[in-house]
């Protein structure tokens, strides 16, 4: 089963192809901040609905969800706990 | 040797880190004085002057400024404010109009009742695809006036009504995706997002009211600090402004370069422009478009974090972009925002996704190809008035071709960004900005403001950048 590790070398990817070397906490701001683009958010939505399954066309999408390690974490758990 | 490699290492950092503003908002005693009652007066009557450089009267920009002041001093009512402020310049502007004044209102009122509705309904039709529905019932708007009798009542009024929808529709569509936002969602601030106080073109800056609830400064030093980048940003659009007479005046006025609609009209009329002047005029063009827009985003997202909203910058560094989707993000941040929040990430999430390549091109495609098509056709709705919804359409082939070239464009560019950058200066910056520059150069051509030449004028010109004559 992932979990945050493997979240946080997502995200932690996505930064280093962006050129985004620095510190990265779970509660950081991602997409609001401008550390990732919408085409990063798109690898994370592809992430999220190949290893768990959610599908954000039934639950709805909203950038929130998905702007930092602890928002995909807790969008996973909730996940997990529907099913 | 090691030393000479530090040495150079350490003079890149210092150049990378050098400000031709310095970072006020980085230095604890400037945050510490913008907190207090003299230092907010001092940043307010600063912006405020920096304001008469690009508002038509010193009053208009006086009034701004006692708004800033009230939600400065009072940000409690902040939200009231920015909510009422807008209906408020509306009923002012358009007093003496009572058909205008009545269908500005009526479309204000379509906008809350609609996003009342979706809230209401979220498991209906209307309520699962709302910006869909919206987009619809305005082209219907817009066929039914093309079908009305020139110079009637109905003509006059769905005429009104389509100019009035073209600059608020997608302020609405905003409104409508925030319904499933958190934290809750609230009425004075959807409205405040309809055309808001600090400015807007027709796209929505800085997106909707979701948006804007994130970033609102939630404490006296947020805000102060928010408020300092608001002035540098501010500062450095006057800059720009000098900047951008001085170029105008050297390669237009003194050069006599014409520019890039005037090369494109000569070449039109039968007596193009020399072949170097075609490509000085193309070049100067494309930094005229960065310049000018900008100057636009910069002048409204300083006022728009003088009221306390932290909002990225509509263009930052687009030069230094080494991708064309890069610099599609860099060059008009909200423009693409609006783009992909309507089109892309509803194309995206709903269709092809068993096949990642289709997927990701299908919904560049519904953005870059349809959503700009379609926002720049009605927001051009005059020619659809004066030459009728056909002739319009024909016209406007040049503008598709550009879309779809673009789409495609930022296809292969997002498909191809998952490989390996080049590494170093030239190979990993210098060359692949120079090729992105010169790629929205080329496209340009398709892009000009003059919207009545076939698509033959724009690919004969474009034809003759290299020689080819037809």
Redesign the interface.
């Given at each position: 089963m992932k979990g945050k590790a493997e979240i946080h070398e997502l995200v932690q990817g996505l930064l280093t192809?962006c050129g985004d070397d620095g510190s990265l906490a779970d509660g950081d701001s991602l997409l609001?901040s401008?550390r990732l683009?919408?085409?990063d958010a798109?690898e994370i939505?592809?992430f999220l609905?190949e290893n768990f399954g959610i599908d954000?066309?039934q639950i709805?999408?909203?950038r929130?969800q998905i702007d930092s390690i602890d928002a995909i974490y807790a969008l996973v758990q909730a996940a997990m706990n529907r099913n | 040797m090691v030393a000479q490699m530090h040495s150079s290492q350490s003079l890149r950092n210092r150049l990378a880190e050098f400000r031709l503003i310095p970072r006020l908002e980085t230095f604890p005693r400037m945050v510490s004085f913008a907190q207090t009652s003299l230092g907010r007066i001092t940043m307010l009557a600063a912006f405020g002057l920096g304001l008469c450089y690009f508002f038509p009267s010193p009053l208009l920009a006086l009034s701004f400024t006692l708004m800033l002041a009230f939600m400065t001093f009072m940000p409690e009512y902040r939200r009231f404010i920015l909510a009422v402020t807008p209906i408020v310049f509306v009923v002012l502007q358009s007093y003496r109009e009572p058909l205008l004044l009545g269908l500005n209102l009526a479309v204000v009122g379509l906008g809350i009742v609609l996003y009342w509705c979706a809230m209401r309904w979220p498991k209906s039709r209307f309520g699962q695809r709302p910006v869909a529905f919206l987009l619809a019932g305005f082209t219907a708007v817009i066929v039914f006036a093309c079908a009305a009798a020139p110079h009637s009542l109905p003509y006059t009024i769905l005429w009104n009504l389509v100019g009035l929808m073209a600059s608020y529709v997608w302020f609405i569509a905003y409104a409508l995706i925030d319904r499933?936002?958190?934290p809750a969602r609230d009425l004075p601030l959807e409205m405040a997002t309809f055309h808001p106080l600090w400015g807007s073109t027709n796209v929505p800056f800085p997106k909707g009211a979701?948006?804007l609830r994130?970033?609102e400064a939630q404490n006296p030093e947020q805000l102060a600090v928010v408020q300092l980048k608001g002035l540098k940003l501010l500062a450095w659009a006057i800059l720009l402004v000098f900047f951008q007479v001085y170029w105008f005046r050297f390669f237009h006025g003194y050069l006599r370069i014409p520019t890039a609609d005037q090369a494109l009209a000569m070449s039109v009329n039968g007596t193009p422009a020399a072949w170097h002047l075609r490509w000085e005029s193309l070049i100067l063009g494309f930094f005229e478009l960065i310049l000018s827009i900008s100057i636009l985003g910069h002048r409204i997202i300083a006022s728009c974090r003088m009221a306390g909203f932290n909002a990225?910058r509509n263009t930052y560094r687009p030069l230094s972009s080494t991708t064309i989707?890069e610099f599609f993000?860099r060059f008009y941040y909200y423009f693409?925002?609006l783009l992909?929040d309507l089109f892309?990430?509803p194309a995206?999430?709903?269709y092809w996704?068993g096949h990642?390549r289709v997927r990701?091109a299908f919904a560049t495609f519904a953005a870059a190809f349809f959503g700009n098509a379609f926002f720049h056709f009605t927001r051009d709705w005059q020619i659809i008035r004066d030459e009728g919804l056909w002739k319009a359409i024909a016209n406007y082939e040049a503008v598709l071709l550009y879309c779809a070239v673009l789409a495609a464009a930022l296809s292969v560019s997002?498909l191809r960004?998952r490989g390996p950058r080049p590494v170093g200066l030239f190979r990993g910056h210098v060359l692949p900005a120079f090729g992105v520059g010169l790629f929205y150069c080329l496209l340009s051509v398709f892009d000009t403001s003059e919207r009545m030449y076939p698509l033959a004028e724009h690919l004969r010109y474009f034809a003759s950048l290299f020689f080819i004559h037809f």
């Open positions: 192809a609001l401008g683009q919408s085409i798109v939505v592809v609905e954000f066309a709805g999408f909203d929130d | 499933s936002s958190k979701a948006y994130r970033i990225l989707a993000n693409k925002e992909v892309f990430y995206f999430l709903r996704k990642k990701m997002q960004k």
